[in-house]
DNA sequence: ATGGCCTGGGTACCAGGA
């Protein structure tokens, strides 16, 4: 079973990597992030006619996600948004099972926080604690939780500390709300858990040339069920994706396990 | 000098991203 997790900085804009992705990957379940479209918009035609179905919350211009799996896979929508977030129609989270699979997949957009002490600060850490407390409502089923988490959970998953100093995505509120999602759901880090100390980030910054500078966050995260931990057998990206024509930032990651 | 780029909306430039 092959789970992926890609924030695509918007669907439309990237539905010829995304549709080479499903061509070279053939991925059981991808997990999208940032699909900025109305669900008038969504390209399910596209996709159906490379063999996959969608499930999505899609909410315009901002955000947006989506879950992606074969035709006959028996997709099935779960759940729609998170109980307790503080802005409901920015479509940040959607569940559902993959029933020839026995699992469970949420793919999440984490509010990005903007500044410090801002009121998108704020509802960052109201999203973080909402989706602890969904991880806890679901730590009995086999489950996959992937997605632009907004956090870096270590500094070394920063490629320069320093840099960071007073800017978000690294603050110990942060990586405490983190990890309490993983607490509380009974997942790992699957990047982590297979590579402790190596540095693999999943997105860098469009200016600079911060892609070839080595300048990147690991920011996106596949958490998955303890349970399942066990049958982990790789788990890294792809960096072709993050090169070529139109590129998102991000890159998708991938994790492969016995089942 | 603290940016540089990319997206959608809409057709000039702005909000948001991280």
Known sequence: MKVVTWNVNSLRARIERVLEFLEVHSPDALLLQETKCSPEQFPAEELEAAGYEAVHHSGGRWAGVAVLAPKGHGLKEAKIGLDGEASPDQARWVEADIESLGVRVASVYVVNGQELGSEPFAQKLQFLSAMADRAEELADMPLVVGGDMNVAPLDLDVYDPSKF??????????????????????????YRQLHPDEQGFTWWDYRGGSFHRGFGLRIDLLLVSESLSGEITSCGIDRDFRKGTKPSDHVPLIVELNR
Do not use: F, N
Request: glycine share 16%.
């Open 165 to 190: 100093e007073g800017a978000t995505h690294v603050t110990e509120e942060e990586r405490a709300g983190l990890r309490a999602v993983a607490e509380r759901g009974g997942l790992v880090d699957a």
